[in-house]
């Protein structure tokens, strides 16, 4: 698993293409190495002309709401390899964030039909905590306040049960929070932050930074990140946005779910894709983006 | 899992104690000297339970006591005279059973099989200066009494020289009345410890009451060993202190005894207590406790509660605002963890104006036999204008058929007053228990860490921060049963 890779001097540059793995790989690689040997056992290492590995394959997926039995998706196909960005678009309502809890688990949906596999692995077959131990990381579109539990001490149950994961000893909350506080830069935060309880009372742009600072603390093959972009002012934007960039290695892929051209320009798709009713109606480059961004839906609905 | 939460604003469901009503003419022994008027308010077992902690107070303690202690003794007696033991009929106990205490045979512990302590195991940690209250007697050879400022006393009634201390306690001791649990330590009260604060004084230490129940029988035995401890805190005008009392039982946790213990405190005008109770007694004892506070204006009394012993425990907190402008702020947290009852019935009466209280209880049943019962009653009257008085209870039911008894209830008579009041009872948060999942952290960590937050709402009110971690690492270690059973500091 790639444990969360320190370095974040990596700047984007507005021209950086989309397959950004390229420049970065040769700098990067020795830091993942430890990580994947631990890994990944069902996973054969990249083929030899260097096309990217699958790392998730989604098919004529289907879901239900868990209580009402309410039809939300309708058939998803998806497939994500090593390094690629796709972002997500479509209406309100269209089965986003829906799709994006069922990735990681939400028991508030039930599985009619279809499948997932990550990693060459039956991701339906995971509890939520095996599923993020394995390297999917979700930031919620609206996380949920923990009253009582402090923002460190969460983090530190986090980081503890990947350590544990991977054989290596747990840190206690000294060494912690040696290995925290550095993190907060990235995301712009004050050390206090830490000795909030989680989520308590954060406005709407802290909540999205402390999703990412628990992306930088835990690290992620795959981060899903739901409206990471919305309700933050465009300094917030920058800060989060880099973060993430910084964040990514050649090797790990990124799912977003996003309603703005902003956050693509900053985070650059591989592919976009469009929902709508709980089906992807649409994939293409991000000339889709800026056609929905002049011209709204119904330029690229297909009905 | 079943719950029953009950509301009333109705005054008239409030009875005044029938023992103030009533003076008492009935007698039946050598103590209860006249003859038998109204037998019919007697009730034969509280007459021989009395009789049989009276027997046990004569032949242990002075033939002379101190005049307050005599006072007390003769109010407590006579009351007991027209007190019936409680039955489900009764509102108070309407959902506390006291069958296991009744059904008992109780027997006043010997102060001689206490002053033989050999194993004193229990008592190990108490190295910070404390005073021992073991069974009921304090016991000197096992106290230590922190720095006290001039003036101050702490220590039993029987050894108080001060004329004027005398005077000053002679005027409060048992000028509340409660139920039969606090006549019946009226009666076998052995002594009473006195902590003194006057004028103007502020102590700076804790003042820490460690009580230690070392006579219990086992599970099947038919005997109860009963122990009544009593303390009176004074405070005069200005001064200040903070108190902790704890109660233990031995090294055992199943053992049976009662401890019915009374608490009476004292507020002179703008003194200010805090107070830190911590109830872990054996899971086989039956625990009654009162704390009766009585608050001159401008006071501020705060307790901070954590309970989780007992297999009865019943928490009694009578606080009575007396002048304008007091602050009362009571903070409780029980937990049941087996087959268990934690009982907490409140009632703070405010009757002047601008008072200002904030009652925060929560509990956690986690066994499908445990019980918590909460009879909170604010009563703001006619003069207690301006009033600001807050009451919330949470309670968190973790297992199927887990009971709570929720009674929270504001009576509110004066007219310009912000009063507000909430009850929830609920599982665990789905949403929540899913964030920590979704990080990494599996479910039973995830259970344990949001159960913990909800005590720790309490818990991080004890002023006093070596409290605070004891506390923690008890809550702990009750809720992980596979943690070490007792913790090392
Ligand atoms: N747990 C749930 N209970 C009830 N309805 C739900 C639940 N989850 C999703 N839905 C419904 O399913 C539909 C899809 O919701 P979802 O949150 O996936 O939309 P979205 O595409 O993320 O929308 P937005 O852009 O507004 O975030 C909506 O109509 C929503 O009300
Ligand atoms: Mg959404």
Redesign the interface.
Known sequence: MALFTPSFSFKISASSSPRRCRFVKARRSFTLRAAVAVESPSFSSADRDGAPKLLLEVKDLSAVIAESKQPILKGVNLTVHEGEVHAVMGKNGSGKSTFAKVLVGHPDYEITGGSITYKGQDLLEMEPEERALAGLFMSFQSPVEIPGVSNIDFLNMAYNARRRKLGLPELGPIEFYGYVAPKLEIVNMKIDFLNRNVNEGFSGGERKRNEILQLAVLGAELSILDEIDSGLDVDALRDVAKAVNGLLTPNNSVLMITHYLRLLEFIKPTYIHIMENGRIVKTGDISIAEILEREGYKAISNT | MSCSTLNSYLPKLWTPPRSRSRPPRTAITKVFAQPPILAVLSDPHVLRLAETLEDSIASTSSAFPPPPLQKLRDISSQSLLSTPWPSRKDEPFRFTDTSFIKNSDVQPVNPLSTQSLSSLGVLAEALLPSLAIIDGYLVDSLSELPELPDGVFVGALSRLNSEDIMERVSKYVSSFQGDLFWSLNGVGAPDVIVVYVPEGCKVESPLHLRFFSLNGTDKDSKTLPISNPRVLVLVEKGGEISIVEEYKGGDRNDVCYWTNSVMEIVLGDGAKVSHSYIQEQSFGAAHVKWTSVCQECTSIYELTEVSTGGKLSRHNVHVQQVGPDTVTELSTFHLAIGDQLQDLHSKLVLDHPRGFSRQLHKCIVAHSLGQAVFDGNVQVNREAQQTDAGQLTRSLLLEPRATVNVKPNLQIIADDVKCSHGAAISDL????L??????????E?ARK??I???A??VVERFPDSAVRKRVESLIRRLLDPSLPSREKE
């Open positions: 948060e789905e949403n929540q899913f964030y920590f999942r979704a990080r990494g952290i599996d479910i960590a860490a949001l913990f937050s909800f720790a709402e």
